[in-house]
Every structure is written in structure tokens, then in C-alpha cells.
């Protein structure tokens, strides 16, 4: 094949320049094993210590991140605008939520949590053990509901991918709505008698998910365990994706896909591909989403206004960032939730504000600007609550208006995100009196 | 024709009477060019005679109505561009088309990307294949930049460089899909004269070391009479005449076209691109 022309030369240097085996297989494996021994500490150590509000923040900060940083590779990385991502989400949920609800009937005879010390954010049965069979079940829903979802992305990307321009968006936000109409047709039944299960085909199982009414019923398997495994394992793929030959021709599409085209890059093949991963990972956070304490799974909150939460994450972050939109997606979650009950920020906002300003402060090029801006969030946050108190209005009404607003103050004061296309451990320390990069020559 | 003489060696890049009409209009009419190994070869005419439509036909952008395109016995029609740059066919842009926010580093590492033998799987496991790959690309592309003067500011975004390397750039890119022809739409264009007589000396040593076949287009008279071997001359789709530069000079349809009317071809010599 033409391939593997005249590259000789190449693949003799490349051999030999790679690691031993064994250092390659540290280094291929460290990053996994760090990832699950942190999520194992989060779930155990951490969350017992942690009020229930918060370790419930912070479930939802991990599937966030796992929906940003997926929708970072086709929109970030390879340039494309999708925004139909909640409905791989959605397609992952009822997936895995069938397999999940329907498999414990026939497992163990009811749809109860019956997972070990890993599943699950409350501790109500007594001794857990630390693994369970339900565990099992549990991630082979979870892997189901990605797969499910990576199909549904190339057989959907496949033909719009090898369009330029806006089609893709059309085609992604028509698919949302084709998935949730679909789900919402389905009849409102949800089957809970075990004999009835029994006698139902499997094949049948996925008829009875609930439709307009939302699946109810569903165990909440969700843990910090999962949801962090997961959103380890997502930065994990968006890192080295972005730091590898192929997700140099992502951002190579993404920045001219005609030249792209003409230095080898086969780039349909490679939108097909970022947005297949994509998917992937999307249907494993709707898995998670479905599985969530006080998530009811419903198919009219898996439409395109979520795709566009998702896509506000991306675009604050920063398109192509994937510490950007990890960032953005774990401010984006906190946020509307600390505006229910704006807590005062005086003490620990000040201190807070003096070392992140002085920590940022080496890399702007105007040294005042990270003080200023952060100055003027804590004064405006403070006027916001005092002028609440004053006027004896309940902010937590106005909490998506002043949510918005926020929004629309950051794409017009920093259009590019707060990242642009650069990771944090990217950014490099501008030297005094001149710019960091013009100063180099 | 394949049964060309002994005497003639096989073209590298063999092209036969291709055609393309957008429309009623005839783009480019029945271009016929046989490349044989290392040659530098030129490509003139007016404004609007065809040259960079050519060149997307060449490269797989347009699809020729009629005609045949093959490289060392290859056809490549019905070849995406993509495939025809792993088949050996690179080129630059006439407008820059480089990777803005690329580092200058990463613009060749994309194109150092089609010697690749690891899979996806390989990519997201980092496998110790994989690993030798991305640092055999880092230190190709090194390399290169080195050859073109650019390792100094192998940091810097693409977009931040002045002109001239931009154009220095594009062609580096275009060095590490390691072709077999290199298309080069107007090298020159907006370099002073000093960067022009390095860029003749460039593309002449690069042609060497790589063992180059290279088609130029180029407005600038200088360059291409100074450099290139053969010359092709287009106008209004046809090709007008093929010959030496000198042939080309004292060709008077070659002056007609360019200036409408026959005068002395010093004008034509000295007086730039028309």
C-alpha cells in the first residue's frame, strides 16, 4: 500500500527509540491505577467526612466534567459543533437504566441498590460488603450505555461529518430531538412485578422504560466512585489524545480542514472518530446521570437545553482546553447551586481572591488585571447580596437571571474562554516588560 | 503514453490532458505534464489562466472532468487529497494555510502523522510503539525546521511568525509528509529581494537532499527563469508552450498573453508579474 512508501528510515529510528517494554507498560498504566486508587479515597475516606450536599456537588461535578471534556474533543479539538450531546447522554441512560432496572429483577428479584461499598452515596445497609456481583452489573450497564451511544455517533456522524460547516449542528440537534421524542412516545409503564419481568422477553425490556413519565424506580448505584473513575478516565483519553499524532490532526482539522486534507489527514475519518469517542463517553455519563440520588430519568430534561449546558462548558472553558472545560464545567455546576443561598464571601473570599491573584498575577501581561478582576467578582457578589437583603428579594428565584447574566459579562470580557486552546500546566509565566513569546527571539 | 522510448525514463508524475469546466466555463483545458525524477519544473501564465486549479487537481481538491493523473505509474484519480499526500504528493498554499494556533512544531508534526503505524488503541494506551513514533515525529520535525531556519522559534504559534517564515513553514509542512513531487503554489510572494535569492538557493538544495521532483508556480520572473529546468505556460486553461526558459522567453504567445501585443521580452524578463 502506498502507506508504508519509502518510510523506512522512519520506523528503524521510531524503533528505536522505544521504551523498554516494561517502562512503557508503568507508564501506560500509572495514570489508571492512580485514578481508581483516588476514586476508591474519595468514595471511602472523603465522602463519610464530607456533608451530604456537598459529596452530591461533587457527583455532579464528576459527570459534568465527564460531559464537557467528551464534547471538548469534537468541539474543541476537531472544530465541529455539535450540539446534540445530551442525546447521547440520553441514549446511554435508557440503555444502561434497562439493563440496570430490568437486570436486578432478574438478578436478584427487585430493583433495590444491592452494589458493595463502591456504589452508592448513602450507606443504608448494614455490613456492606466492599465488592458485589451488582457492582458487575452496574459497569456492564455503564460500558452498554457508552457502546449503545458510540454506535449512535457514527452511524449519525458518518454522513454529516463528510459535510462542512453547520450541518453538523443541525443534524446533532435534529438527532436530540428524534431521541427524545422517541423515548417520549414509548408507553408510561414501568414494569415492577417480578413474575410479570419474568415473563416478559428481553427483547421487550426496553419498551417498558417509563416514556413521557420518566423511568422511575431506578437504584441509585451512582457513587463518587464511579463517577470519578469515569471522569479520570476521560481527561485521561482527552490528554492523550490531544498530546498524540491523532489529536495533532484533530486540531489540524480543526484549524484548516482543507490544508489538514492535503498534509494526509483523512478527515472524515478523524471527525468520525473524535465524535465517536465522544459519544462513548457521553452515554457513560448518561448512565451515571440516570443512576443519581435524586435524579429522576425523564426524557424531557436529556434535551437540547442540556446539550447547550454542556456546550457552555466548552465554549467558557475554552475551545480545545481540556483543563478549560473541566474548569468551567466544575464552576458552571457549583454555581447555580450557590446562588440558591449566596453565602457570604468576605473572610475566606478575601483570602481566597489575595493568593489567586498573586498566583495569576506572573502570567498576564497587564500584572494589575487578575487582581482587579477578581476584586471586582467579590464586590459584585456582595452588592448582589446586599442589595437582596435591602430589598428583601429571595435571590434564589433570580438565580438562573443572575447565572446568565454572569455568562454573557464572561463571552464579552473573555470571548476565547477562559483557557482559549491552552491547558493550565500550558500557560507559561509572561517575563517582565515584555510579552513571553515576542521576547524569545 | 507508456510506450515512451528508452531514452526517456518514466515520468514521476505523469499527467495526461486533464480538463475541468466549472459550469459553460473551461477552467482548464487538456494539461498535459510528464515530471521525470529531480526536475524543476515551472508553472507561469497570467492572472486567472489556471495554474492553482491545476494544482487542486493535481492535488485531489477538484475532481478532473476528463484526463488521467498518475504518480510513478499510480493513478491517483478517485484519490481523496489525504490519500494522495501519503502517495507522495504535497504541497503549499498560495494564500497561507498553515495551523494559526498550532505551535510551529505541531504544523510539522501533523504532517509527519501519515508515517504512523499505531493504531487508536495504541494512541489512547500510549503503547511503547506509539511512544517511539511521537519521538522519532518530534525529532524528524526538528530536523527540519533546522533545514529551513525555523528551530528558533519552534515554540511559537504559527500565527506569530513574520511572512517569509510562514512560507519557509508551509514548506517544511509540506517536507514531512516526505513526498515524492512537491507542489509549490508562489514561494515567493511578498518576500523581499533578499529573501527571494535565499528561497532560489532553498528550494534548489531541498530538491537535492530530498530528491525532489518540484512543480512551482510562481509570478515572480526571477525566481522561476532562475530556477526552474522547464517551463509550462498557461493562459485561459491552455497551455500555450513547454520549453527551456529561454524557449519560453523568446516564445511570442507567451509575451502576447501577458501583455496583449508583441514587444521586446525584456519587459516580460524584467518586469515582475504583470
Given at each position: 500500500?502506498?502507506?508504508?512508501?519509502?518510510?523506512?528510515?522512519?520506523?528503524?529510528?521510531?524503533?528505536?527509540?522505544?521504551?523498554?517494554?516494561?517502562?512503557?507498560?508503568?507508564?501506560?498504566?500509572?495514570?489508571?491505577?492512580?485514578?481508581?486508587?483516588?476514586?476508591?479515597?474519595?468514595?471511602?475516606?472523603?465522602?463519610?467526612?464530607?456533608?451530604?450536599?456537598?459529596?452530591?456537588?461533587?457527583?455532579?461535578?464528576?459527570?459534568?466534567?465527564?460531559?464537557?471534556?467528551s464534547?471538548?474533543?469534537?468541539?474543541?479539538?476537531?472544530?465541529?459543533?455539535?450540539?446534540?450531546?445530551?442525546?447521547f447522554m440520553a441514549v446511554g441512560a435508557?440503555v444502561g437504566?434497562?439493563?440496570?432496572?430490568?437486570?436486578?429483577?432478574?438478578?436478584?428479584?427487585?430493583?433495590?441498590?444491592?452494589?458493595?461499598?463502591?456504589?452508592?452515596?448513602?450507606?443504608?445497609?448494614?455490613?456492606?460488603?466492599?465488592?458485589?456481583?451488582?457492582?458487575?452489573?452496574?459497569?456492564?450497564?455503564l460500558l452498554a450505555g457508552g457502546l449503545a451511544a458510540a454506535a449512535c455517533g457514527?452511524?449519525?456522524?458518518?454522513?454529516?461529518?463528510?459535510?462542512?460547516?453547520?450541518?453538523?449542528?443541525?443534524?446533532?440537534?435534529?438527532?436530540?430531538?428524534?431521541?427524545?421524542?422517541?423515548?417520549?412516545?414509548?408507553?408510561?409503564?414501568?414494569?415492577?412485578?417480578?413474575?410479570?419481568?419474568?415473563?416478559?422477553?428481553?427483547?421487550?425490556?426496553?419498551?417498558?422504560?417509563?416514556?413521557?413519565?420518566?423511568?422511575?424506580?431506578?437504584?441509585?448505584?451512582?457513587?463518587?466512585?464511579?463517577?470519578?473513575?469515569?471522569?479520570?478516565?476521560?481527561?485521561?483519553?482527552?490528554?492523550?489524545?490531544?498530546?498524540?499524532?491523532?489529536?495533532?490532526?484533530?486540531?489540524?482539522?480543526?484549524?484548516?480542514?482543507?490544508?489538514?486534507?492535503?498534509?494526509?489527514?483523512?478527515?472524515?475519518?478523524?471527525?468520525?472518530?473524535?465524535?465517536?469517542?465522544?459519544a462513548f463517553f457521553a452515554g457513560i455519563a448518561g448512565v451515571?446521570?440516570?443512576?443519581?440520588?435524586?435524579?429522576?430519568?425523564?426524557?424531557?430534561?436529556?434535551?437540547?437545553?442540556?446539550?447547550?449546558?454542556?456546550?457552555?462548558?466548552?465554549?467558557?472553558?475554552?475551545?480545545?482546553?481540556?483543563?478549560?472545560?473541566?474548569?468551567?464545567?466544575?464552576?458552571?455546576?457549583?454555581?447555580?447551586?450557590?446562588?440558591?443561598?449566596?453565602?457570604?464571601?468576605?473572610?475566606?473570599?478575601?483570602?481566597?481572591?489575595?493568593?489567586?491573584?498573586?498566583?495569576?498575577?506572573?502570567?498576564?501581561?497587564?500584572?494589575?488585571?487578575?487582581?482587579?478582576?477578581?476584586?471586582?467578582?467579590?464586590?459584585?457578589?456582595?452588592?448582589?447580596?446586599?442589595?437582596?437583603?435591602?430589598?428583601?428579594?429571595?435571590?434564589?428565584?433570580?438565580?438562573?437571571?443572575?447565572?446568565?447574566?454572569?455568562?454573557?459579562?464572561?463571552?464579552?470580557?473573555?470571548?476565547?474562554?477562559?483557557?482559549?486552546?491552552?491547558?493550565?500546566?500550558?500557560?507559561?509565566?509572561?517575563?517582565?516588560?515584555?510579552?513571553?513569546?515576542?521576547?524569545?527571539? | 503514453?507508456?510506450?515512451?522510448?528508452?531514452?526517456?525514463?518514466?515520468?514521476?508524475?505523469?499527467?495526461?490532458?486533464?480538463?475541468?469546466?466549472?459550469?459553460?466555463?473551461?477552467?482548464?483545458?487538456?494539461?498535459?505534464?510528464?515530471?521525470?525524477?529531480?526536475?524543476?519544473?515551472?508553472?507561469?501564465?497570467?492572472?486567472?489562466?489556471?495554474?492553482?486549479?491545476?494544482?487542486?487537481?493535481?492535488?485531489?481538491?477538484?475532481?478532473?472532468?476528463?484526463?488521467?493523473?498518475?504518480?510513478?505509474?499510480?493513478?491517483?484519480?478517485?484519490?481523496?487529497?489525504?490519500?494522495?499526500?501519503?502517495?507522495?504528493?504535497?504541497?503549499?498554499?498560495?494564500?497561507?494555510?498553515?495551523?494559526?494556533?498550532?505551535?510551529?512544531?505541531?504544523?510539522?508534526?501533523?504532517?509527519?502523522?501519515?508515517?504512523?503505524?499505531?493504531?487508536?488503541?495504541?494512541?489512547?494506551?500510549?503503547?511503547?510503539?506509539?511512544?517511539?513514533?511521537?519521538?522519532?515525529?518530534?525529532?524528524?520535525?526538528?530536523?527540519?525546521?533546522?533545514?529551513?531556519?525555523?528551530?528558533?522559534?519552534?515554540?511559537?504559534?504559527?500565527?506569530?511568525?513574520?511572512?517569509?517564515?510562514?512560507?519557509?513553514?508551509?514548506?517544511?509542512?509540506?517536507?514531512?509528509?516526505?513526498?515524492?513531487?512537491?507542489?509549490?503554489?508562489?514561494?515567493?510572494?511578498?518576500?523581499?529581494?533578499?529573501?527571494?535569492?535565499?528561497?532560489?538557493?532553498?528550494?534548489?538544495?531541498?530538491?537535492?537532499?530530498?530528491?525532489?521532483?518540484?512543480?512551482?508556480?510562481?509570478?515572480?520572473?526571477?525566481?522561476?527563469?532562475?530556477?526552474?529546468?522547464?517551463?509550462?505556460?498557461?493562459?485561459?486553461?491552455?497551455?500555450?508552450?513547454?520549453?527551456?526558459?529561454?524557449?519560453?522567453?523568446?516564445?511570442?504567445?507567451?509575451?502576447?498573453?501577458?501583455?496583449?501585443?508583441?514587444?521586446?521580452?525584456?519587459?516580460?524578463?524584467?518586469?515582475?508579474?504583470?
Amino acid at each position: 500500500m502506498a502507506q508504508h512508501r519509502g518510510h523506512d528510515a522512519f520506523h528503524a529510528r521510531a524503533n528505536a527509540l522505544r521504551p523498554p517494554f516494561a517502562l512503557s507498560l508503568l507508564r501506560s498504566a500509572w495514570p489508571l491505577f492512580a485514578c481508581l486508587a483516588l476514586a476508591i479515597v474519595l468514595q471511602l475516606v472523603i465522602r463519610p467526612m464530607m456533608p451530604v450536599f456537598a459529596a452530591k456537588m461533587l457527583l455532579d461535578i464528576g459527570t459534568s466534567i465527564i460531559l464537557a471534556v467528551s464534547l471538548t474533543m469534537v468541539n474543541g479539538f476537531t472544530g465541529q459543533f455539535s450540539i446534540g450531546h445530551a442525546a447521547f447522554m440520553a441514549v446511554g441512560a435508557y440503555v444502561g437504566a434497562t439493563i440496570v432496572y430490568y437486570g436486578s429483577f432478574r438478578l436478584f428479584g427487585n430493583a433495590n441498590m444491592h452494589g458493595g461499598l463502591l456504589s452508592g452515596m448513602i450507606d443504608s445497609r448494614n455490613p456492606l460488603p466492599l465488592f458485589s456481583w451488582a457492582d458487575l452489573l452496574f459497569l456492564c450497564s455503564l460500558l452498554a450505555g457508552g457502546l449503545a451511544a458510540a454506535a449512535c455517533g457514527y452511524v449519525v456522524g458518518l454522513p454529516s461529518l463528510r459535510l462542512k460547516g453547520d450541518y453538523l449542528a443541525i443534524v446533532t440537534l435534529g438527532f436530540g430531538e428524534i431521541v427524545r421524542v422517541l423515548i417520549q412516545s414509548q408507553t408510561t409503564e414501568v414494569l415492577s412485578n417480578p413474575q410479570t419481568i419474568a415473563a416478559t422477553p428481553m427483547y421487550m425490556w426496553p419498551k417498558y422504560s417509563g416514556g413521557a413519565l420518566g423511568f422511575s424506580g431506578l437504584p441509585f448505584y451512582s457513587s463518587l466512585f464511579w463517577v470519578w473513575v469515569f471522569a479520570g478516565l476521560t481527561l485521561l483519553v482527552a490528554a492523550r489524545l490531544k498530546y498524540s499524532s491523532t489529536g495533532r490532526a484533530f486540531l489540524a482539522i480543526r484549524e484548516d480542514e482543507v490544508a489538514a486534507e492535503a498534509m494526509g489527514v483523512p478527515t472524515t475519518k478523524y471527525k468520525v472518530r473524535a465524535f465517536v469517542i465522544a459519544a462513548f463517553f457521553a452515554g457513560i455519563a448518561g448512565v451515571l446521570f440516570a443512576h443519581t440520588v435524586g435524579v429522576q430519568l425523564n426524557p424531557g430534561e436529556l434535551g437540547f437545553l442540556k446539550s447547550f449546558d454542556i456546550l457552555i462548558m466548552v465554549v467558557l472553558g475554552g475551545l480545545g482546553s481540556i483543563s478549560g472545560a473541566a474548569l468551567a464545567a466544575t464552576i458552571l455546576t457549583i454555581l447555580p447551586e450557590l446562588l440558591r443561598q449566596p453565602p457570604t464571601i468576605w473572610p475566606w473570599g478575601l483570602i481566597a481572591g489575595v493568593v489567586l491573584a498573586a498566583a495569576l498575577t506572573p502570567f498576564s501581561e497587564k500584572r494589575w488585571k487578575p487582581a482587579v478582576t477578581i476584586a471586582v467578582i467579590l464586590i459584585a457578589w456582595e452588592v448582589m447580596r446586599w442589595t437582596a437583603r435591602t430589598l428583601g428579594v429571595d435571590l434564589a428565584g433570580y438565580r438562573m437571571v443572575i447565572y446568565a447574566i454572569a455568562l454573557v459579562l464572561m463571552m464579552i470580557l473573555r470571548p476565547e474562554g477562559l483557557l482559549g486552546i491552552r491547558e493550565i500546566w500550558e500557560l507559561r509565566p509572561v517575563r517582565a516588560g515584555g510579552r513571553g513569546k515576542g521576547a524569545r527571539r | 503514453m507508456s510506450d515512451s522510448p528508452a531514452a526517456n525514463p518514466r515520468p514521476v508524475l505523469d499527467v495526461e490532458r486533464i480538463s475541468i469546466a466549472f459550469g459553460g466555463l473551461k477552467a482548464v483545458t487538456d494539461f498535459t505534464l510528464q515530471l521525470p525524477r529531480g526536475r524543476l519544473h515551472g508553472l507561469i501564465g497570467p492572472n486567472g489562466a489556471g495554474k492553482t486549479t491545476v494544482f487542486n487537481l493535481l492535488t485531489g481538491v477538484y475532481r478532473p472532468t476528463s484526463g488521467a493523473i498518475s504518480l510513478e505509474g499510480e493513478s491517483l484519480l478517485g484519490m481523496r487529497p489525504s490519500q494522495r499526500a501519503a502517495a507522495g504528493l504535497a504541497r503549499t498554499f498560495q494564500n497561507i494555510r498553515l495551523f494559526p494556533d498550532l505551535t510551529v512544531l505541531d504544523n510539522v508534526r501533523v504532517a509527519c502523522h501519515l508515517r504512523t503505524r499505531h493504531t487508536l488503541a495504541g494512541t489512547l494506551w500510549r503503547s511503547s510503539l506509539a511512544a517511539g513514533e511521537e519521538l522519532a515525529i518530534i525529532e524528524r520535525s526538528r530536523e527540519l525546521l533546522d533545514i529551513l531556519g525555523l528551530l528558533h522559534r519552534e515554540r511559537d504559534d504559527a500565527r506569530n511568525l513574520p511572512y517569509g517564515d510562514q512560507r519557509r513553514l508551509e514548506i517544511a509542512r509540506a517536507l514531512a509528509t516526505d513526498p515524492k513531487v512537491l507542489l509549490l503554489d508562489e514561494p515567493a510572494a511578498g518576500m523581499n529581494p533578499q529573501e527571494k535569492i535565499e528561497l532560489r538557493t532553498m528550494i534548489r538544495s531541498i530538491r537535492d537532499k530530498f530528491s525532489l521532483t518540484i512543480l512551482l508556480i510562481e509570478h515572480d520572473m526571477g525566481v522561476v527563469m532562475g530556477l526552474c529546468e522547464r517551463i509550462t505556460v498557461l493562459d485561459h486553461g491552455v497551455t500555450i508552450t513547454e520549453g527551456t526558459p529561454e524557449e519560453v522567453q523568446k516564445n511570442p504567445k507567451v509575451i502576447e498573453a501577458y501583455l496583449g501585443e508583441p514587444v521586446a521580452l525584456d519587459a516580460v524578463a524584467g518586469g515582475g508579474g504583470a
